[in-house]
């Protein structure tokens, strides 16, 4: 009898964690998802630019306090806003977009304090060499998008990381920082 009672207290509390655990699934917003980089100019002043097309997914737990992201970055969309910077950006002498056309980021490491996403761990690929990249947030909200009639998750994000590694030098040895700072704003739009 005792048993049948302990099975039937728990009953609720099953039910309450399994509906807890449910992972929705989110598409990157590409309208409100921008992966801006900047590198110091010789101590003088800092170089700017962003990565135009991006397009990834999101698996997201708030009760749950998981995720997983995953963006792929058409490394052929860098933009500085001066054209013969950019096409210096894609040779073969800095990103080398011909060998390697895209970039990208893969997370199953979502660390929250409380409600809100502190920072997301995972791993970036970029001309082929694939190292940790823990992104810290900002910024971080979900909302209810009153144009699309979805919840709407999101953030702004932020690393520095040693471009070396990846084997983007171009300039160190001239006296341009290793360190290269990445923002990372971004939408996902509930599917």
């Known amino acids: 009898m005792k048993k049948s009672l302990l099975a039937l207290a728990l009953v609720p509390v099953l039910f309450a964690s399994a509906a807890h655990a449910e992972s929705a699934a989110y598409a990157i917003d590409p309208t409100h998802t921008f992966v801006t980089f900047e590198i110091d100019h010789f101590g003088t002043s800092t170089n700017r630019g962003r990565f135009d097309k991006k397009e990834g997914t999101l698996q997201f737990d708030r009760a749950g306090k998981t995720g997983k992201v995953d963006i792929t970055i058409d490394a052929n969309s860098v933009n500085t806003g001066t054209t ?51 992104l810290k947030a900002t910024k971080f909200n979900c909302y209810m998008n009153p144009m699309v009639k979805r919840e709407v998750c999101g953030g702004d994000f932020e690393a520095t990381i040693q471009r070396s590694l990846w084997g983007a030098s171009y300039g160190i040895n001239y ?17």
């Open 175 to 191: 006296g341009f920082s290793d360190d290269m700072r990445l923002v990372v704003q971004v939408e996902a739009v509930k599917q």
């Open 84 to 134: 013969p910077f950019d096409g210096h950006l894609k040779s073969p002498e800095i990103l080398n977009t011909a060998a390697y056309p895209t970039a990208r980021f893969v997370s199953d490491k979502f660390v929250f304090e409380g409600d809100k996403v502190k920072e997301v761990s995972g791993q970036f690929t970029l001309m082929g060499k694939t190292h940790p990249v823990t």
